[in-house]
């Protein structure tokens, strides 16, 4: 539990070692000191060929890539091998299901690292990284409290409905997988401007820049777990692999922090095993079914005790001025005043829009952005409203509320999902953080307001 936790913050660098894989194959990586003959290799990715559907053949692009997770990213392979354990079992049954070849488990760590809440750049969310509109196509979903993107076992099954469609379309596994990350209206335009190649690697120059390295590195990670113990790489072998739990419905809006106190499981524990909550809140709507997931042992007591619960929620939440953040609907107009460190790509991110239409509703002709100015938007998107110094300051009287002490082994994502409503880049901007270091005993503001 505390090594899936904990190996959450990697989905960052996983994505940012794909989006740097175009660098990487015309780069001098290969030259580099790596134990892998390029003869022996040869024959392992024949051997790969033959016992899967795709076209494994060697190319220096490939070897490179290879060798540069072997070099810049063993440690988080190992991670992920470990990781893995938990939640391969479920990709390979929901794969089977659908008669999909099983090695596509190895997208997911490609996608997100295993984090089932790792959110792209462009607002591409959960363990196979759905945008909005195509989560919608797949039933998945998406509101101020819930993002079933991020759900493991409804995003497994929709990633499987997408990936038969896609493959029905072009008939092979590579153009599938490249198809998945750019969508298919690239694939063909990349074919046509190959002169109607149907190969990976010969259309590969006419791909976006980030779907040239994404084949390849879904293939050396396959490579990697496949070859695994040859290349010196050592999981944490869990002694069981998966976790006996229960669902039950709720009745009323829970949050994370009073299911934690009431039935004595970590907070920690409730996000991994209940991750589309986004806000660590269980919202109650007489025409959902929302569920709060619990370990089995535990199951029970909060079953038994359910009315004792919810009289202390309810009581809990009348005696708080404002026990939640405000939830802002989408398509509700906003005027947004620029801080420092915004920029147009940032901000679209926030609200689920595109930069040209912020440009548009604004008559910007240019990217460029002043601080303080104010910004017409309209969200595609639900979005929590930012708090004023002033009133932050006001209702956060607690100096335990107002900051973090940082422990061994926190990261700026742990914080951020401590805390419902702030984010790593509010945690980055109220403690002017520039990278991902923390030190041990650091104190972090938890507010926009003065030390």
């Known amino acids: 539990m505390k090594e899936l936790y904990q190996s959450a913050q990697l989905s960052g660098q996983m994505y940012n070692l794909v989006g740097s894989m175009g660098e990487v194959i015309s780069d001098t990586i290969a030259h580099q000191s790596v134990e892998l003959d390029t003869e022996l290799l040869k024959a392992r990715l024949k051997a790969l060929d033959e016992k899967t559907p795709f076209n494994i053949a060697y190319n220096?692009?490939?070897?490179?890539?290879?060798?540069s997770f072997l070099i810049r990213k063993k440690d988080l392979m190992e991670?992920?091998?470990?990781?893995?354990?938990?939640?391969?079992?479920?990709?390979?049954?929901?794969?089977?299901?659908?008669?999909?070849?099983?090695?596509?488990k190895y997208l997911a760590i490609v996608e997100s690292a295993l984090n089932p809440r790792a959110k792209s750049r462009v607002g591409a969310t959960g363990l196979w990284q759905f945008m909005y509109s195509t989560g919608k196509m797949y039933d998945l979903d998406v509101s101020s409290y819930v993002d079933e993107r991020s759900d493991p076992v409804k995003s497994t099954k929709a990633?499987?409905?997408y990936l038969s469609k896609l493959y029905d379309i072009f008939g092979d596994w590579d153009l599938a997988l490249a198809a998945y990350n750019s969508g298919p209206g690239n694939v063909n335009k990349a074919i046509r401007r190959s002169g109607g190649y149907t190969n990976y690697w010969n259309i590969r120059r006419n791909l976006?820049?980030?779907?040239?390295?994404?084949?390849?590195?879904?293939?050396?990670?396959?490579?990697?777990?496949?070859y695994a113990e040859e290349h010196g790489l050592k999981p944490v072998e869990a002694a069981r692999p998966y976790f006996e739990t229960d669902t039950v419905r709720v009745k009323r809006l829970i949050t994370f922090d009073q299911i934690s106190r009431m039935v004595e499981v970590s907070k920690e524990e409730l996000t991994v095993l209940n991750p589309s909550y986004k806000l660590n809140i269980i919202p109650y709507l007489s025409d959902k079914k929302y569920t709060l997931r619990l370990p089995r042992r535990e199951i029970g007591k909060f079953v038994t005790n359910e009315d004792s619960i919810y009289?202390?929620?309810?009581?809990?939440?009348?005696?708080?001025?404002?026990?939640?953040?405000?939830?802002?609907?989408?398509?509700?107009?906003?005027?947004?005043?620029?801080?420092?460190?915004?920029?147009?790509?940032?901000?679209?991110?926030?609200?689920?829009?595109?930069?040209?239409?912020?440009?548009?509703?604004?008559g910007l002709r240019s990217n460029n952005l002043r601080i303080g100015q104010r910004l017409?938007?309209?969200?595609?998107?639900?979005?929590?409203?930012?708090?004023s110094p002033k009133s932050a300051v006001k209702t956060v009287n607690n100096s335990e509320l107002k900051f973090h002490t940082v422990k061994e082994g926190d990261s700026l994502w742990t914080i951020s999902q401590k805390y419902p409503g702030i984010s790593i880049e509010n945690l980055r901007e109220w403690n002017g953080i520039r990278g991902n270091k923390l030190l041990p005993g650091t104190r972090l503001k938890l507010c926009e307001c003065p030390s």
């Not at 220096?60 to 060798?67: D, G, N, W």
């Not at 990709?91 to 099983?102: C, R």
């Not at 976006?208 to 496949?226: I, K, N, V």
């Not at 017409?376 to 708090?387: D, E, Q, S, W």
């Open 376 to 387: 017409t938007i309209y969200p595609r998107k639900p979005f929590v409203a930012a708090t």
């Open 311 to 362: 009289a202390f929620v309810e009581e809990e939440l009348k005696s708080k001025e404002s026990p939640l953040p405000q939830l802002v609907k989408a398509d509700s107009r906003i005027r947004y005043r620029v801080k420092s460190g915004d920029y147009l790509g940032k901000i679209a991110e926030r609200y689920g829009v595109g930069v040209s239409q912020i440009k548009n509703w604004n």
């Open 60 to 67: 220096p692009s490939l070897e490179s890539v290879i060798k």
């Open 208 to 226: 976006p820049r980030e779907t040239a390295g994404y084949l390849p590195a879904f293939l050396a990670t396959m490579y990697l777990f496949e």
């Open 159 to 161: 990633a499987c409905q």
């Open 79 to 104: 991670r992920m091998l470990t990781a893995s354990q938990f939640y391969f079992p479920l990709f390979e049954q929901e794969l089977d299901n659908h008669n999909i070849p099983l090695e596509i």
